[in-house]
């Protein structure tokens, strides 16, 4: 268990959860890194993930459910939750539907009318429409895992939205 911090274990010593985060797929598209760790009073199990997820517009909608999955399928939670995090002061994370791209694109041009580009704001960066957008969408979701993977409505989809791209963002995800 080279790399994995198991609590009340020590190197060498066979683990409880022998397939802990090394199962998560290191060629998983935008998979940065992988931390594991074991809760032996309560037995669980938990997981660290970020995802690495480039943007191309100044504002977009990104679907990052895929990428989520990816990540999960191979960990050894099979059911719990994931926490969905950006660490990003003008990026949001939201759930909504993924079947219809029009979806996504009525929501960011909503959006683009409530929140403009140029208003009479104070901050002098010069995104202050950004954001009030993240703020408004928010930078975590809880959700339910089964079956190592995201237990989400069929017509449901995970989005990173961007405000300030394009840039590089930061998912990160703890699974427990």
Aim: aromatic share 8%; with cysteine; proline share 3%.
């Amino acid at each position: 268990m080279r790399g994995a911090f198991l609590a009340g274990s020590s190197y060498g010593e066979p683990a409880k959860y022998s397939r802990c985060c090394f199962s998560v797929q290191p060629n998983c598209p935008g998979f940065t890194g992988r931390r594991c760790r074991a809760d032996t009073e309560k037995g669980g199990i938990a997981l660290y993930i970020e995802l690495s997820i480039k943007t191309t517009e100044r504002e977009q909608f990104v679907n990052i459910t895929e990428k989520i999955n990816a990540a999960l399928a191979g960990s050894a939670i099979r059911e719990g939750c994931c926490t969905v995090f950006v660490s990003h002061t003008t990026a949001a994370v939201t759930v909504n539907e993924d079947a219809d791209p029009c979806v996504m694109s009525d929501m960011l041009s909503f959006l683009q009318k409530m929140v403009p580009l140029r208003g009479e704001y104070t901050h002098r960066e010069g995104n202050s429409d950004a954001h009030i957008k993240a703020g408004l969408l928010g930078c975590s979701l809880h959700l339910i895992i089964r079956n190592n993977i995201l237990e989400l409505g069929t017509w449901q989809g995970v989005f990173l939205a961007e405000f300030d791209g394009p840039r590089t963002r930061q998912v990160k995800l703890w699974v427990d």
